[in-house]
């Protein structure tokens, strides 16, 4: 089982980039999915997740508004598309997916992360 997370780079305040989470021996639609994200000498943030059963979401306060996390089971991926960003959203993002949905619940399977560098 692998999960891989891509689409970052660097990119202008008020730009907007999609990040993709991407997986290999595991079936996304049958997981809830969560995207993190680590900025330098801070803590992991929990920024969004979809449900498996309904695909409710859930974003983090600071992202709310500007994030959309979705899901395209045809191709297997969950996507987190970011608008208006900001350089306070700089840092390296991850995917999870896990059985429960939520931001402060445990992930199983955890992905590469994708460095995303908002420039002001």
């Known amino acids: 089982v692998q999960l891989q997370a891509s689409g970052g780079g660097l990119v202008q305040t008020g730009g907007s980039l999609r990040l993709s989470c991407t997986a290999s021996?595991?079936?996304?639609?049958?997981?809830?999915i969560a995207w993190f994200r680590q900025a330098p000498g801070k803590g992991r943030e929990a920024v969004s997740c979809?449900?498996?059963?309904?695909?409710?979401?859930y974003y983090a306060t600071s992202v709310k508004g500007r994030f959309a996390i979705y899901r395209d089971n045809a191709v297997n991926t969950v996507y987190l598309q970011m608008n208006s960003l900001k350089p306070e959203d700089t840092a390296v993002y991850y995917c999870?997916?896990?059985?429960?949905?939520?931001?402060?619940?445990?992930?199983?399977?955890w992905g590469q992360g994708t460095q995303v560098t908002v420039s002001s």
């Open positions: 999870a997916a896990g059985e429960d949905y939520g931001l402060d619940v445990p992930y199983d399977y």
């Open positions: 021996g595991l079936n996304l639609d049958d997981y809830a």
């Open positions: 979809i449900d498996r059963t309904d695909g409710s979401t």
